[in-house]
Every structure is written in C-alpha cells, then in structure tokens.
C-alpha cells in the first residue's frame, strides 16, 4: 500500500503525463495558395520584380525542353510582324521581340526564347518602355543561359 505522501505524487506525475500528451502542437496551416516545385514535364521558374521609380518590371525564367522544330515555330512566330531585338546571341542560340501596346507603342515589354529550353519575359505591364526592358536585359547571363 502507497502512503498518502506517495499517492500525491504518483497521482502528480499521472496527471502531468496526460497535461503533456494534450499540448501537442497544431500542424501549421498550409499556405491558402502554393505552386508546386515541379509539374510532370515541366520545370518551376524564376521571378523578381525590379522598380525604378514608375516602373515596375517582373522577369521571369522558365525552361522547358526545345526541339529544333520548336525553336523554327518560335521564330516564325516571333518574326511575323513583332519587332526584334538584339540579344547579342547568334541567331541560332536565341532570339527576342518586343510586344508593344499598340495604344501606347512606347510602352513595351521583352520576350526571349532561348534555343537551350530557357525562356525568359520581361514585362512592364504597361510601365516600361524598349529601353528599360533593354536595360534589365542587358543584366542578365544571357549567354550563360543560353549554353545550358
């Protein structure tokens, strides 16, 4: 038999024990929207946003795999009617165009497919103009990318 003393602390240490196995801690709530790191047959991009007072520019990077019939379709589509621009690439390693609004031309935005699977958009969303696409493009590693 258990004298009152140890009864008290048996009755303690049970108590304690059920206290501690009902504080365990919630999951943490799921974020309300999460897009997945990777798809089947496609690879999670990359994005940042750049401002300069007004403007306010997103690129973002995405690659997908690109056959030779691909790029041929990318350049027959950017070609017909887009204005071009100098990625400083050889031809067959990327190519770009300039998507303007047309009821404000100066306001443009980037487009650029780059035969190695990387494709990369540059977009002002009506707040950027040729030069400061130009100007974020200039900063990229192009070249690097395109050699992957």
Do not use: K
């Amino acid at each position: 038999m258990l004298s009152s003393t140890a009864m008290r602390r048996y009755g303690i240490v049970v108590l304690v024990a059920f206290m501690l196995a009902g504080c365990r801690r919630a999951a943490p709530a799921a974020p309300a929207f999460d897009l997945p790191d990777a798809i089947p047959g496609f690879s999670a991009g990359a994005r940042q946003t750049y401002t300069a007072g007004a403007t306010h520019i997103t690129v973002t990077l995405a690659r997908h795999p690109m056959d030779q019939t691909a790029y041929d379709n990318w350049l027959a589509m950017s070609n017909a009617g887009f204005p071009q621009a100098d990625l400083g690439l050889p031809a067959a390693a990327g190519n770009g165009f300039y998507q303007c609004e047309a009821r404000a031309p100066d306001s443009c935005d980037l487009l650029i497919q780059l035969r190695s699977g990387v494709h990369v958009e540059i977009r002002g969303g009506g707040t950027s103009t040729r030069h400061d696409v130009d100007a974020i493009r200039r900063a990229l590693p192009l070249a690097a990318l395109a050699s992957r």
